[in-house]
């Protein structure tokens, strides 16, 4: 369905765009108040009980999203700027909660829409069950945000037997009366009585067999009055009263807000559950009455390239659902302007308008209805990665944006395109076909044919392809689990195209050669016969698919993006190191803008092959001279990794971890394990069974770890505290300027700190001594304990603490109390139930895990002003983390180097938003907009 599943950008935007603390306070007010405070002079009627229920276009504007959902909003602001809107009226987000928390399964007793859908007869002309003058209406869902085919539409509505007589006189049509009907008893079915659509759908393939026919097209009005005969016998039940029909239709676009793709796809999305939907109750105008009429969807930019040329598809003699459908693909909007020239040109006006208005590229649906354009809708459109930098980039060029308000359109987790592999174009490869580039980027995996194996394969660790016939919003999980997606049918806006654009995943559309059977698991495309798990490459930017593995390289430098980052870099407070353990990974971040390393686990120094035994030895060891004896080698090993680390990062910070894991992480297991290790050692088997046994932790996360280890063995830190000095030493002996620090972890009491402080102090001084060099290297710890957040001013008051960094990992872990491990099982359960809005280990959970950060920093501060402030943990590289970070005033964020980019331009947009007052982002061109020429 056209209207349901199309894309906007204005979620994205939104989202993005909107403080965190109104999302909070959405939650919070459960939208009452928002409602109440919105002044119209309504009619009583529609706001018995003091509210507000019930909107005509004329009474929302585009800022009431939160009350009219974006869609009505936005059917606001055209209406305000007449455009040309079909009359409408818009039922509030607040009594789409009010029907829930009612709970009678009817609608809310105090709602009332007579009054609107007389201003929709009044304007129309028609009226609603009126044989004579039928007005037929559509009912659709929107909420603040969207959720692209998530809940439910009717189209059509109002007709019944009698009335389509009168739809025949009125139109003179009888083919597009009985096409009408059909297309609303179908979906009535569908919706709102949840009947199966496969019966209704073969009624159609069987008299298109009998007639020898394949499309709609060619079905006669004879036809479709034999498909209406038979879809009756198919559901008596359809109620003929139109205001019956009406009742059931909101009732059911309420019910979809809690219906299962719904509720993951805000789980996924971050949108909460108690925002509802509004439902807008709006005039039908037909795209498929004739040859005069048509419906399509524009973009006022290039979505996939952010080209800035009027884009876009059409389908003559069409409903709009047919568009998205992919059963007939439409035409580029050029040829309207052949067909139709005078409708594209008025068409083209308004897309200009509206991007100028709006400041953003708009998606706009439209209809033509006997050569009348019809704006059904408009949004910030979504857009590839690569259009979204380029339209910021351009319309700062043009004076259309500050780069302030270009850098907050940024959706900035969908950067990862210019940081990923695109083909090497030098590589071997063998076509086997090509689709529509519907998203850019390139996967190779293996194919799979349905949504849940998609999901199976990838929690296995595989990469795969997820092939379809075409998607629908049920392979949403499919997609997100896939690395690609290939489709047989669709165009550039069907759902497949808007859906993977939107999760900044490759996907190539409309691969019409591609003959997909999904119950065989069978891929045909010319001669070659795939089956599941054999291996394919798509290439989203040219719609390209390989046999096999294809080669590809890292992203290619995007002249836009290197501008982006640095309005970011220009605009930020927070400082943005990275999350990074070999001298590797320290160049690599540094490439991508990281200034400094944030965290460096040291322990991950000792995972190689050929290290790991050593590590082993050292904590089998049965006392000290052997554990010196061990940790020598050990220190050799760090000595030279972080002498390559501080070399890369010369000039930069290098916060050193002490050792953290469990020790047992890194014991032998197997029998096998343990013999290897027994004959390095020259120790019988049974001794080092029995240590590794002696060593085993029921609980390891809370077990012996952090600076646990340097309380019980105090040689294991000075080693490390001395192989940190000796590398900085050698670095700085070779004129080089090292800024190494020390890093304490898993602290719960400032005591801990006092007994190894000064421990560290002393073995760095020692080296430094005996080095000859002057280095300043500061030591800081992790507050990643409730208990250490707490106490927080007593750990900066510690002597020689010199800053403090969030290990939200550990602290999300303590704070819920759910296994960082293990929780994974239960999490997304609690997603789909409404527990959580999102998983608090990849996005911060700003009330519990916050209030303590926010209550350590105070504390921190209080004491130590100067003391400084920093996350290591995952949620530094997360968008709306990074945002929640600037506002608590961190120093810096820490994240892994890929992330650095994402983490530097939320953080800019987090300045942004400080210095472009949203207001500005509307220009004031309503005034000199002209009615449509009617
Ligand atoms: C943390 O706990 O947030 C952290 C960065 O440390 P690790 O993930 O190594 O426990
Ligand atoms: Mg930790």
């Known amino acids: 369905m056209l209207r349901s599943i199309s894309s906007d950008g204005t979620s994205g935007s939104w989202e993005r765009n909107a403080p965190a603390s109104m999302a909070r306070g959405a939650r919070a007010m459960k939208m009452k108040s928002q409602a109440t405070q919105v002044k119209t002079d309504a009619p009583a009627s529609s706001s018995a009980g003091g509210k507000k229920r019930v909107y005509l276009l004329s009474e929302g504007n585009k800022d009431m999203k939160m009350v009219l959902g974006g869609k009505g909003a936005n059917l606001c602001e055209m209406t305000k ?8 009226f818009i039922i509030t987000t607040e009594t789409c909660l009010e029907y829930f928390e009612e709970g009678t399964g009817d609608l809310p007793a105090a709602l009332d829409y007579e009054f609107a859908l007389k201003a929709i007869e009044e304007d129309t002309g028609k009226k609603f069950g009126d044989p004579l003058n039928p007005l037929l209406v559509s009912v659709r869902s929107g909420a603040p945000a969207s959720m692209p085919g998530m809940m439910d539409t009717v189209l059509n509505l109002g007709l019944n037997d009698e009335i389509v007589e009168g739809i025949i006189k009125t139109t003179g049509n009888e083919r597009f009366a009985y096409d009408t009907y059909r297309r609303f008893l179908n979906m009535y079915s569908d919706v709102v009585m949840d009947l199966d659509k496969e019966p209704f759908e073969e009624v159609i393939t069987s ?3 009998r007639k020898g026919i394949k499309l709609d097209l060619e079905m006669e009005a004879a036809d479709w009055k034999e498909v209406v005969g038979e879809f009756k016998k198919l559901n008596p039940n359809v109620p003929s009263d139109p205001r019956e029909q009406l009742r059931g239709a909101i009732l059911a676009v309420f019910r979809s807000w809690n219906n299962d793709r719904a509720i993951r796809y805000r789980s996924y999305n971050n949108i909460p559950d108690e925002w509802g939907t509004a439902v807008s109750v709006q005039a039908m105008a037909y795209g498929n009455m004739n040859d005069g009429c048509g419906t399509g969807v524009a973009f006022s930019r290039n979505p996939s390239t952010g080209e800035n040329k009027f884009f876009g598809e059409f389908l003559p003699n069409a409903a709009g659902e047919d568009v998205v459908a992919g059963i007939r693909t439409p035409q580029p909007l050029e040829e309207m302007a052949t067909k139709w020239p005078g409708v594209y040109e008025e068409l083209y006006k308004y897309q200009e308008q509206l991007e100028k208005y709006y400041c953003d590229m708009q998606d706009i649906e439209f209809t033509v209805e006997n050569g009348r354009l019809y704006m059904l809708q408009c949004r910030n459109g979504k857009r590839t990665a690569k259009a979204a930098v380029k339209i910021a980039v351009d319309m700062v ?13 940024i959706p900035a987790n969908q950067m990862d395109f210019f940081l990923h592999p695109t083909l090497d174009p030098t590589a071997q490869k063998t076509k086997i076909g090509v689709g529509l580039p519907a998203s850019p980027g390139a996967a190779t995996g293996k194919i799979v044919f349905t949504p849940d194996d998609a999901e199976v394969m990838a929690n296995m660790g595989e990469e795969v392809i997820l092939v379809r016939k075409e998607t629908t919003p049920e392979d949403i999980h499919g997609m997100k689990s896939a690395e690609g997606v290939l489709t047989a049918l669709g165009g550039m806006t069907s759902h497949a195209a808007v859906v993977a654009r939107g999760m900044g995943k490759c996907c190539v559309s409309g691969c019409t050669a591609a003959e997909v059977n999904a119950k065989n698991k069978v891929l045909k495309l010319g001669d070659v016969e795939l089956k599941e798990h054999d291996v394919i490459t798509i290439d989203g930017s040219t719609g390209e698919v390989y046999l096999g593995t294809v080669e ?24 943005v190191l990275t999350n990074a353990d070999t001298p590797d990974q320290a160049a690599q971040a540094r490439k991508l803008g990281a200034q400094g390393i944030g965290l460096c686990r040291s322990e991950h120094m000792f995972f190689e092959p050929e290290r790991i035994s050593s590590m082993r030895a050292m904590i089998v060891a049965e006392g000290k001279g052997e554990r010196l004896q061990h940790l020598e080698t050990l220190s050799v090993f760090q000595r030279e990794d972080i002498s390559g680390i501080l070399k890369e990062m010369d000039g930069l910070p290098v916060t050193v971890r002490l050792l953290d894991p469990p020790l047992h992480e890194f014991l032998p297991h197997s029998p096998d394990e343990m013999q290897s290790l027994a004959d390095t050692l020259g120790k019988p088997f049974s001794v080092v069974k029995d240590r590794v046994k002696q060593l085993k932790e029921v609980n390891p996360m809370l077990g012996f770890r952090g600076c646990r280890l340097s309380v019980v063995y105090p040689e294991i830190t000075e080693m490390q505290a001395r192989a940190v000095a000796r590398a900085a030493a050698a670095n700085k002996k070779a004129g080089l300027d090292p800024k190494p620090e020390i890093m304490v972890p898993v602290v719960s009491s400032a005591k801990e700190l006092r007994l190894i402080v000064p421990r560290i102090v002393a073995a760095v001084k020692e080296e430094l001594d005996k080095a000859g060099v002057d280095v300043k290297i500061p030591i800081g710890t992790m507050l990643e304990l409730p208990r250490a957040c707490e106490t927080a001013d007593q750990i900066v008051g510690t002597d020689d603490v010199d800053f403090i960094s969030f290990g939200t990992n550990d602290l999300t872990q303590t704070v819920w109390g759910f296994s960082r491990d293990d929780a994974i099982r239960f999490i997304g359960r609690y997603q789909e139930q409404g527990l959580l809005d999102f998983d608090p280990f990849a996005r911060i959970d700003e009330e519990g895990v916050g209030g303590l950060i926010n209550m350590a920093i105070e504390k921190a501060r209080t004491k130590q002003p100067e003391t400084k402030v920093g996350i290591c943990g995952e949620h530094g590289g997360e ?15 820490s994240c892994s180097p890929f992330r650095v980019p994402i983490a530097r331009i939320s953080a800019g947009q987090a300045a942004a938003v400080e210095v472009s007052a949203q207001d500005k982002l509307y220009r004031e061109s309503i005034t000199n907009v002209k009615r449509a020429p009617k």
Do not use: C
């Not at 944006?401 to 907050?408: D, F, G, K, P, S």
């Open 552 to 575: 590809r390289r890292s992203a290619a430098e995007d002249e836009d993006f290197q501008t982006v980052l640095g309005w970011a870099d220009k605009m930020r407070k927070l400082k």
């Open 207 to 209: 008299i298109k067999k």
């Open 879 to 893: 968008p709306n983390s990074v945002q929640y970070f600037h506002s608590s005033k961190f120093d810096y964020v």
């Open 81 to 88: 700027l007449t455009l040309p809107v079909p009359p409408a």
């Open 397 to 409: 060029k043009e004076g259309a944006l500050t780069e302030a308000e270009a850098l907050l359109r």
